[in-house]
């Protein structure tokens, strides 16, 4: 009896050792099979924008797609081109103005002009032209200072136009993209000579993609096109107001 009962309680502790060791190696498969999923989970998170972008861009086709991406390299290239120009065209008003000032106190006429040649931007400019006329009289100054600060305007919003262009033909060639893929996937409909979801799903996904990067690429190149605008009529109303600035000025010196 006391051998029955040793034999029993053995079983009895190997079957619970073993059911220990079941439940341990299925936790750990378990926890396993978890990391993996976490892992596969962080390598699909891990996909970036730029690869997304240009998964996307693969799905749209190459045609309207390519079309659309020209038109924001191009937009952004004269965008660029046109901040840097006005950049470069941004002048300290009233320090010019004090030094022209300075200048034709003191030294005249031709020492004013060398503080107006050795300064960038239009405002400078202007300020060379009038003074350049000031020997005539105030009314050939007058409209020195006018026809040029036309000009320099003129300088100022070249190309501008381009970038409004390529905002308004970016959405447009999306939305031709767009009815391009819904007559495709109609022509499918046709040709299936029945209503499948998975025939019409591809074309209704290009439509709406090329949709997509139109309206893009218009929201960027917007906000640098009234930044830009933005801009020039800053330097211009500069140029405005230091052209009243140098007329009083050569009025008292001619007096």
């Known amino acids: 009896m006391k051998r029955l009962f040793s ?11 073993t059911a220990n060791a079941t439940t341990s190696a299925a936790t750990i498969a378990t926890t396993i099979a978890t990391t993996q999923d976490a892992a596969a989970d962080d390598v699909a998170e891990e996909l970036t924008f730029h690869q997304e ?47 022209v000032e300075d200048a034709l106190q003191s030294g005249g006429l031709e020492a004013a002009k060398e503080v107006c040649r050795n300064t960038k931007g239009p405002v400078a400019s ?6 350049d006329r000031a020997d005539d009289s105030l009314e050939s100054a007058e409209k020195a200072v006018v026809a040029y600060g036309g000009v320099q305007m003129g300088q100022l919003e070249k190309n501008v136009s381009w970038i409004s262009l390529f ?18 996937a109609f022509d499918k409909i046709q040709s299936a000579g029945g ?28 906000v640098f096109y009234n930044y830009i605008v933005a801009k020039i009529d800053s330097i211009v109303n500069d140029m405005e107001d230091s052209s009243i600035t140098l007329m009083d000025m050569l009025s008292k010196y001619k007096k």
Do not use: H, W
Request: charged share 10%.
């Open 53 to 99: 972008l240009k998964k996307r861009f693969i799905e749209g086709g190459p045609g309207f797609m390519g079309i659309v991406l020209l038109c924001l390299i191009l937009g952004l290239a004269i965008a660029i081109e046109r901040i840097i120009f006005l950049n470069l065209s941004s002048t300290n008003t009233k320090k010019l103005t004090q030094n």
């Open 195 to 222: 209503m499948d979801a998975t025939l019409v799903a591809g074309g209704i996904k290009v439509a709406l993609l090329t949709t997509v990067f139109g309206l893009i690429v218009a929201i960027i190149l917007q």
């Open 7 to 17: 034999i029993l309680a053995i079983v009895f502790l190997m079957a619970f050792g």
């Open 126 to 131: 202007i300020f060379y032209q009038g003074l």
């Open 167 to 184: 905002i308004a033909l970016a959405p447009m060639l999306g939305f031709m993209g767009t009815v391009i893929g819904m007559i495709q």
